[in-house]
């Protein structure tokens, strides 16, 4: 008679070799062909499930279980190493449950608590080991299955940052140091850029791009590409004396010309350690290399021999993963809409996932020449990306994945608010609608672009009070907002009396914006924030800068011919000269500050601002630099000398910490201000 508890079984063998299939499989795609179907947070799924059915039913493991091994086969073709000493694979902690979990396990295998932990980032690229011998590096190789792996010792030869030789008094005759070969989001970029330029198929993601490049066969391919090497750990020695530690082993390593990552950090209680990982899943996104977790590991190393392992995995780390930035999810269609300067703009609409947290429907697909590069098509199975507070995107599709049923994307001919028929200049990424006047998407994104916090900053017309004014033609373009009486605004739907006078009120109040937030607010294209500050100051008043050739255009500093030329098409419509001269009748003011033409204390000095300021908006914080005399960078170059760094500052702090410019916090920066009497 089957019972209950026999059904429980059977269920869970089939599942738990259901998932030791789909785990395998996804093994291969991954460490052998490097060509993954489905992204690190979904593989984490499938091992931790896996490995709950193997703790409820322990008589289901077997020693080539996916939980009880390391990676994938070695491949042949480039040589086969031995592992003298097993590269282990890390167990995952998703929450600070898992991680107190974690903590409490090996302190009741210590017998204590009271040991110190090092936190490391966790970098997203490929693991390797290195041998030297007589300080010569010697042998290098992949992880493979964790007992063998694939002999790169040429590839890794190429990586500059892999020291050739290293010498130092009572160093081990031989030695492994371990390490993850990655490459860098600025390295990465630009490949896929030049890639683009020949014509080639693009990378998905720099661990891809990474692993693809260290396991050619051809090490002049290899030498191509932007690759980078973190040293995180000393695997195994023989002769000589090493640190009794792992912070004091990643110190001599460093000694010994290895590089190891600066971000490491030392703590001796289990609640810092939790500290740091918040903080770092925070501000993953500054780092100019990606990271998918921190490493935890306990200091000692005597307790890493007391703790042990566990099938694949040492009881003394852990790793703790940040949510997942990546999916895979189904790509139903790709729509477009109109932007409001006319650009059609392309966007997947997708099978909804989740993505860290945020259940994502839409993502960005830039431009059609972006679809074409990337091959996608309507029905794919495709990576989706998102990153901080970044509008998701798509990244691929996964190709393996396709049934034939999928459709090329056809760009659209008309505009699809207006059915005019589209343009595309030569040289440009987008197609555009032409009409400027009467396209009902570009009238409703040029106001809501119009009233603005970085533009007129009108307080309390967005988007639907927008759309509502259109929809009931009390307004048909930006000046319209400057005749309106409250008794119209009354005509709306939940509009009531205070409400009106408070928009009244706050259009008033921005009758007095200074010049470039009018130019900003106008929508020209090409124009931002910073270009139409340029402008004010240069010109000082609308008139000068609508009577201005090309030429006296491109002459002011940092402005170029395709700026000039679309500034100055701008002023020669009928229609954008109507618009100016109804501002004007409604009040707006029509010059710049008279503070952005004086000299000033920070005269001299070029700023950037990355990252959420507490007390500013960007264009607030830029117009309160220029007011001091200073002047507002939109990127990092050489001439920057001040980086002011807010919350989630992005890839422009790797940029300014390489050329050594000066970094200013949201307080100091604060300070700053406060010291010339600008607040």
């Not at 600070?96 to 980032?121: I, N, Y």
């Not at 009040?587 to 990355?610: C, H, K, N, Y």
């Amino acid at each position: 008679m089957t019972t209950d508890i026999d059904q429980e079984l059977q269920g869970a063998k089939l599942r738990v070799e259901e998932l030791r299939a789909q785990i395998s499989y996804h093994d291969y795609r991954y460490h052998v062909l490097d060509q993954p179907e489905i992204s690190d947070g979904e593989y984490d799924e499938l091992m931790r499930e896996l490995r709950a059915l193997e703790e409820r039913h322990a008589q289901l493991i077997v020693p080539d279980s996916p939980t009880q091994r390391v990676g994938g086969e070695p491949v042949a073709a480039f040589g086969i190493v031995e592992h003298p000493a097993p590269l282990l694979s890390l167990a995952n902690a998703f929450n600070e449950e898992e991680l107190l979990a974690w903590h409490k396990r090996a302190a009741s295998l210590a017998g204590t608590d009271q040991f110190a932990m090092v936190c490391e980032p966790k970098i997203d690229g490929l693991a390797v080991a290195l041998e030297y011998r007589e300080g010569q590096f010697a042998v290098g190789s992949t992880r493979g299955d964790g007992s063998r792996g694939e002999n790169i010792t040429q590839n890794l030869r190429t990586i500059r940052s892999i020291p050739q030789r290293v010498s130092n008094a009572g160093i081990p005759q031989r030695f492994e140091v371990r390490g993850e070969v990655f490459m860098t989001k600025a390295g990465f970029e630009r490949m896929n850029e030049q890639r683009a330029d020949r014509g080639e198929p693009l990378f998905a993601n720099p661990r891809n791009s990474a692993a693809g490049a260290v396991r050619q066969l051809d090490p002049r391919i290899t030498a191509e590409r932007p690759l980078d090497c973190f040293i995180y750990a000393l695997g195994w020695a023989e002769g000589g004396s090493v640190p009794p530690s792992h912070h004091e082993t990643l110190d001599w390593l460093s000694k010994l010309g290895f590089q190891t990552n600066a971000d490491a950090e030392r703590y001796k209680s289990v609640r810092k350690v939790w500290q740091h990982c918040q903080r770092w899943a925070e501000k993953r996104d500054t780092l100019d290399y990606e990271i998918d977790g921190i490493v935890v590991k306990i200091d000692d190393l005597a307790l890493h021999e007391r703790l042990g392992v566990v099938g694949r995995e040492p009881r003394w780390a852990i790793a703790f993963k940040f949510p997942p930035t990546q999916r895979t999810t189904k790509l139903l269609d790709i729509r477009v809409n109109v932007g409001r300067t006319g650009s059609i703009n392309p966007f997947a609409v997708l099978e909804p996932v989740n993505i860290g947290g945020v259940v994502v429907k839409m993502a960005t697909l830039h431009n059609e020449d972006d679809i074409k590069r990337k091959g996608v098509r309507i029905g794919d199975t495709v990576i989706v990306q998102r990153a901080g507070d970044v509008i998701p995107q798509v990244v691929g599709p996964v190709v393996s994945k396709r049934t034939g049923k999928e459709k090329q994307f056809r760009p659209k001919r008309v505009c699809p608010s207006c059915k005019t028929k589209l343009v595309r200049q030569e040289g440009e990424a987008m197609r555009y609608c032409p009409n400027r006047t009467t396209c009902p998407a570009q009238t409703l994104g040029l106001l809501t672009h119009f009233v603005s916090r970085g533009a007129m900053d009108i307080d309390g017309v967005g988007e639907q009070l927008a759309d509502a004014l259109l929809q009931a033609q009390l307004v048909a373009d930006p000046a319209g907002l400057y005749t309106l009486t409250k008794d119209q605004l009354l005509t709306l739907d939940r509009m009531a009396e205070k409400s009106a006078q408070n928009v009244l009120d706050a259009i008033d109040a921005s009758r007095q914006r200074p010049l470039d937030r009018l130019l900003f607010g106008l929508g020209i294209r090409h124009v931002g924030s910073e270009t139409a500050a340029l402008l004010a100051q240069h010109f000082g008043d609308m008139e000068s800068l609508a009577s201005a050739s090309v030429d006296e255009l491109a002459a002011v500093p940092s402005i170029g011919p395709i700026v000039a030329e679309s500034v100055h098409g701008y002023f020669q419509r009928k229609e954008s000269r109507g618009l100016i001269l109804k501002l004007r009748r409604g009040g707006v003011r029509m010059d710049a500050d008279a503070t952005a033409e004086r000299a000033g204390p920070l005269s001299g000095q070029t700023f950037v601002i990355s990252g959420t300021l507490a007390a500013f908006s960007r264009p607030e914080a830029e117009a309160l630099i220029r007011s001091l005399g200073g002047a507002t960078g939109s990127s990092v170059t050489k001439a920057t000398d001040f980086l002011v760094t807010g919350e989630r500052p992005g890839s422009k702090l790797a940029k300014a910490q390489r050329y050594g410019t000066a970094l200013l916090t949201d307080e100091e920066f604060m300070a700053l201000l406060r010291e010339h009497g600008a607040v």
